[in-house]
Every structure is written in C-alpha cells, then in structure tokens.
Antibody, heavy 120, light 110 residues
Framework: EVQLLESGGGLVQPGGSLRLSCAAS????????MSWVRQAPGKGLEWVSA????????YYADSVKGRFTISRDNSKNTLYLQMNSLRAEDTAIYYC?????????????WGQGTLVTVSS | QSALTQPASVSGSPGQSITIPCTGT?????????VSWYQQHPGKAPKLMIY???NRPSGVSNRFSGSKSGNTASLTISGLQAEDEADYYC??????????FGGGTKLTVL
C-alpha cells in the first residue's frame, strides 16, 4: 500500500525558511515522479513543483520559482521542499503526491498534508 | 498559469446525472489529452478520479466519466449518490511543462 507522510510544517515569519519532507513507502520510490500541491485555507488546489524519479528534472510554478527548491533522496525514499523567502500567500496545506508512472505526471496518490502558516 | 475555469457549484438529486465543465486554453486543455479530475471530501486529501481525459484508475466507479471538446473538458457523474457530494477539481498539463488546476466545483446532492 502506498503511504506518503508529510512533515516539517509549522508557523514561520514572513521572509523565513522551512523545509518540508515527505516519507514514502509501499512502492519503488525511484521509479516515480513526485509533486507538491498546496491548498490555502478554504481555497482550491495549486500545483507547486514536481521532480522526476531520478531527480534530474524539476518543475516549478511561477509563484514559487526562485524561492522554493524541490529535491529527493532516493536512498531514504524521501521527497523534500525547501521554501525560502516565505510570504503570507504561501500559507497552505502542502500535499506531496505520487505520479501514476508515466508522463506527464498525474497526482495518483496523496499524503494527508502538512500545514504551513506564514505570519508575524 | 491562469487557473482553469469551473463553475463554483453544481447540484443534483440522487440517481440523476450531472456534468462539470472545465475550460482552459489552447496552451493546456486544448493542446493535450492530459486532463485529470480529483475528488476532495472536507478535511481529506484529494483523490484521482479520471486521467488522460477519460481513463479511470483502478477502483474508481464507472459512474464517473470524462470527455473533452476543444478547450473544454467535462466530468460526468451518473446515478448520483450521497457519497459523491464533494469538491471536484480539474487539472491539465500545460505547454510550459507545468500543471494547472481549476478553481474547484462544489457538488451538492439534494
């Protein structure tokens, strides 16, 4: 069974940094692309970033490009999102999602999310 | 990366069919058969319901179907059930190698 467990969320001041993690199990992690999708309180879904299985290609939404960095450690079956220069509008639940196994990625399995609050 | 356009809400009675449209542009929905749909119940993570416009993942009821015409994709739910009441989001791959979601549609089963 696929399991995705996000961690690392919390309260951070504007301009601060945070690193989210997503521990994966139940599948061959290196074989699948992974993504981060966020949802502001009471709002819709917003795609944030994606990374291929081997980590060689990364993709970002314009809203986070230059501030967020996606990465993965396939030896630890873990996905990361380094978030710098955080803004109030980055406040959201951040979900990690596993691809179905092809291209382009689909968000086939989701974690339960971790809440990031950017506020002074 | 403008969001895809969905109606804020739709409703239907048990047993009826409803359709949720999702309108994009020639840079996303209109250019690729890479549209997907997600169901989200309150307080829960989203669930993939449809991918590649009309394919259902294993375990998803065949009451859910998808289609596309031009820049507009659609999700149809037939034989509405109380458990279908949820938020639904469409998504598309785009010409800039990014992904975009719709604003979401709240389905109410009357």
């Amino acid at each position: 069974e696929v399991q995705l467990l996000e961690s690392g969320g919390g309260l951070v001041q504007p301009g601060g940094s945070l690193r989210l993690s997503c521990a994966a199990s139940g599948f061959t992690f290196v074989s699948y692309g992974m993504s981060w999708v966020r949802q502001a309180p009471g709002k819709g879904l917003e795609w944030v970033s994606a990374i291929t299985g081997g980590g060689g290609s990364t993709y970002y939404a314009d809203s986070v490009k230059g501030r967020f960095t996606i990465s993965r450690d396939n030896s630890k079956n873990t996905l990361y999102l380094q978030m710098n220069s955080l803004r109030a509008e980055d406040t959201a639940i951040y979900y990690c999602a596993k691809d179905l196994g092809g291209w382009p990625f689909y968000f086939g399995s989701w974690g339960q999310g971790t809440l990031v609050t950017v506020s002074s | 990366q403008s969001a895809l356009t969905q109606p804020a809400s739709v409703s239907g009675s048990p047993g009826q069919s409803i359709t949720i449209p999702c309108t994009g542009t020639s840079s996303d929905v209109g250019s690729y058969n890479y549209v997907s749909w997600y169901q989200q119940h309150p307080g829960k993570a989203p669930k993939l319901m449809i991918y590649d416009v009309s394919n259902r993942p294993s375990g998803v009821s065949n009451r859910f179907s998808g289609s596309k015409s031009g820049n507009t994709a659609s999700l149809t739910i037939s034989g509405l059930q109380a458990e279908d009441e949820a938020d639904y989001y469409c998504s598309s791959y785009t010409s800039t190698s990014t992904w975009v979601f719709g604003g979401g549609t709240k389905l109410t089963v009357l």
